[in-house]
């Protein structure tokens, strides 16, 4: 279910600054998790939902059926600058909830489950079942989803069952990660062949980790829309041009 992975910034921002460009733009058949690093990020759509998350919290989106919704930044980072770093997930729906009705919440740092799952190494918890820990966004059981933040020479294990993908992607930091020396910026690639997951953490350092079972479903995706066939596509853009995702 992980499509698509952007990585915004690191960045500065100057004083009486533009912000973020993400204006009004529409999506279907997907949902987005964005992590606010550092800086802050402004959401609003046409479902009326409305809220600036800071850093350390993250935000959940399911497009579904289809919404308008815009990712800019708060006056007060345009006014004042500062920093800036954002990662957005794209998640892909299965075909039966592909037109659910769609869905935001956003979860300042505070609102974040957050565990220590070994010495040094601390897990916020964003989906799906680690152990005992609940989870800060129950509403996909089928999608782990989770931040790992790292001492130096912490290590982390796991197991994931073979048939599962998995998304591993360091933002901070270098690792030795199954032995393979991974750095900031780089995405892991792992294969079906086993199912143990060793990190050693080299430095101190950030990693957004996540797995689940592939769907196995045709995937077209244009622009914004994500959907299992080209007539589907064609039928998001005729809707959302009659005006049928709304606006705000």
Same mark, same amino acid.
């Given at each position: 279910?992980?499509?698509?992975?952007? &990585?915004?910034?690191?960045?500065?921002?100057?004083?009486?600054?533009?912000?973020?460009?993400?204006?009004?733009?529409? &999506?279907?058949?997907?949902?987005?998790?964005? %992590?606010?690093?550092?800086?802050?990020?402004?959401? #609003?759509?046409?479902?009326?939902?409305?809220?600036?998350?800071?850093?350390?919290?993250?935000?959940?989106?399911?497009?579904?059926?289809?919404?308008?919704?815009?990712?800019?930044?708060?006056?007060?980072?345009?006014?004042?600058?500062?920093?800036?770093?954002?990662?957005?997930?794209?998640?892909?729906?299965?075909?039966?909830?592909?037109?659910?009705?769609? %869905?935001?919440?956003?979860?300042?740092?505070?609102?974040?489950?957050?565990?220590?799952?070994?010495?040094?190494?601390?897990?916020? *918890?964003?989906?799906?079942?680690?152990?005992?820990?609940?989870?800060?966004?129950?509403?996909?059981?089928?999608?782990?989803?989770?931040? *790992?933040? %790292?001492?130096?020479?912490?290590?982390? #294990?796991?197991?994931?069952?073979?048939?599962?993908?998995?998304?591993?992607?360091?933002?901070?930091?270098?690792? #030795?990660?199954?032995?393979?020396?991974?750095? #900031?910026?780089?995405?892991?690639?792992?294969? &079906?062949?086993?199912?143990?997951?060793?990190?050693?953490?080299?430095?101190?350092?950030?990693? *957004?980790?996540? &797995?689940?079972?592939?769907?196995?479903?045709?995937?077209?995706?244009?622009?914004? %829309?994500?959907?299992?066939?080209?007539?589907?596509?064609?039928?998001?853009?005729?809707?959302?041009?009659?005006?049928?995702?709304?606006?705000?």
């Amino acid at each position: 279910p992980f499509i698509f992975l952007n &990585h915004h910034g690191p960045q500065h921002y100057a004083p009486f600054n533009s912000g973020l460009p993400f204006g009004p733009h529409p &999506h279907r058949g997907m949902e987005t998790v964005t %992590f606010i690093i550092d800086g802050d990020i402004m959401h #609003k759509d046409s479902d009326g939902n409305e809220s600036v998350i800071t850093a350390g919290g993250v935000q959940w989106m399911t497009a579904g059926s289809g919404l308008v919704h815009a990712e800019v930044s708060s006056e007060q980072l345009k006014q004042n600058g500062g920093d800036l770093e954002i990662l957005q997930l794209w998640l892909n729906l299965p075909s039966a909830l592909k037109m659910t009705a769609p %869905f935001y919440i956003g979860k300042q740092a505070d609102d974040i489950h957050t565990f220590t799952v070994f010495p040094g190494v601390q897990m916020d *918890l964003i989906s799906g079942q680690y152990y005992e820990y609940a989870p800060t966004f129950p509403y996909r059981k089928d999608i782990f989803l989770s931040m *790992l933040y %790292f001492d130096a020479g912490a290590a982390f #294990k796991d197991l994931v069952p073979p048939v599962e993908n998995i998304l591993m992607y360091v933002i901070r930091g270098s690792f #030795k990660i199954n032995q393979m020396s991974v750095s #900031k910026n780089q995405l892991v690639e792992f294969g &079906h062949d086993h199912s143990q997951i060793e990190i050693e953490a080299c430095s101190e350092g950030i990693i *957004l980790y996540g &797995h689940a079972r592939p769907f196995n479903e045709p995937i077209v995706a244009r622009g914004p %829309f994500v959907m299992n066939t080209m007539q589907e596509i064609y039928e998001a853009y005729a809707d959302y041009t009659a005006g049928k995702f709304g606006s705000f």
